[in-house]
C-alpha cells in the first residue's frame, strides 16, 4: 500500500540553524500539508500546498517557513533560523484532493532544537 | 472559527471490552468531513475512520465505528473487541469541505486510551 515518507526520523540542531525536512507524498496525490506537534500538544496546521504554490498557511507559518517541491517527488520544510520553539513532531501529510479525498500522514520528523 | 473537544484526556478499558471515545466540534458549517486518527507511541498518524457530514449512516470500519449526531454536533468513537494495539491517543479531527481553509485539519486535543490485558 502507498504511503508518505519523511526524512530524517530525528533531526537535533542548534538554535539558529537552518533545517530542512523531507517528504515524499503518496505518487498520485496532488495536495500536500505540513502539521506540527509540540510534545504534549495538540496536531496544528502549518502549510497547504497545491500546484507549486502555498494554498493556505497558519499564523504560525511565518517568514522563518518555506516550502518547496525541488522535483516531482520531494516536498520540503525550511525553517532558516530555529528557535528553541520549533521543537516538536513535523508532520507531512498529502491527499489527492482537498474536498473529497483523506489525509494520510508520514511518520513525521521529530525536530529537537538546542 | 471551527473547534474539536475531546473531553476526556485519559482512558483505559479491559482487553474484548468495548470503549466509547468522545468528541464534539462546533461549527457553521453544512459540508465537512470528521476524522478519528490513532497515534501510537510510534507517534505515527493513523487514520481509523472518515465520517461525510452529508452521510446520515455512521461509518464503520471492522472493530471501529461511529455514532455521528449532527444536530449536537458530537462525533463519538466505539472501539469494540478491544485490542492490545489499540493502545494509543486518539485525535478526533475536522475538514470543512468547501470554501477557505478546506482541506486543512483542525483537531481536539487528544485522548489516551490504554488497553489493558
Known amino acids: 500500500e502507498p504511503e508518505v515518507t519523511q526524512t530524517p526520523s530525528h533531526q537535533v540542531t542548534q538554535m539558529g540553524q537552518e533545517v530542512i525536512l523531507r517528504c515524499v507524498p503518496i505518487?498520485?496525490?496532488?495536495?500536500f500539508y505540513w502539521y506540527r506537534q509540540i510534545l504534549g500538544q495538540k496536531v496544528e496546521f502549518l502549510v497547504s500546498f497545491y500546484n507549486n504554490e502555498i494554498s493556505e498557511k497558519s499564523e504560525i507559518f511565518d517568514d522563518q517557513f518555506s516550502v518547496e517541491r525541488p522535483d516531482g517527488s520531494n516536498f520540503t520544510l525550511k525553517i532558516r533560523s530555529t528557535k528553541l520553539e520549533d521543537s516538536a513532531m513535523y508532520f507531512c501529510a498529502s491527499s489527492q484532493s482537498t474536498t473529497q479525498e483523506t489525509q494520510y500522514f508520514g511518520p513525521g520528523t521529530r525536530l529537537l532544537v538546542l | 472559527a471551527q473547534t474539536v473537544t475531546q473531553s476526556q484526556p485519559e482512558m483505559s478499558v479491559q482487553e474484548a471490552e468495548t470503549v466509547t471515545l468522545s468528541c464534539t466540534y462546533d461549527t457553521s458549517e453544512n459540508n465537512y468531513y470528521l476524522f478519528w486518527y490513532k497515534q501510537p507511541p510510534s507517534r505515527q498518524m493513523i487514520l481509523v475512520i472518515r465520517q461525510e457530514a452529508y452521510k446520515q449512516q455512521n461509518a464503520t470500519e471492522n472493530r471501529f465505528s461511529v455514532n455521528f449526531q449532527k444536530a449536537a454536533k458530537s462525533f463519538s468513537l466505539k472501539i469494540s473487541d478491544s485490542q492490545l494495539g489499540d493502545t494509543a491517543m486518539y485525535f478526533c479531527?475536522?475538514?470543512?469541505?468547501?470554501?477557505?481553509?478546506?482541506?486543512?485539519?483542525?483537531f481536539g486535543k487528544g485522548t489516551k486510551l490504554s488497553v489493558k490485558p
Open positions: 505518487s498520485n496525490h496532488l495536495y
Open positions: 479531527a475536522f475538514m470543512k469541505r468547501y470554501g477557505g481553509s478546506q482541506g486543512n485539519l483542525i
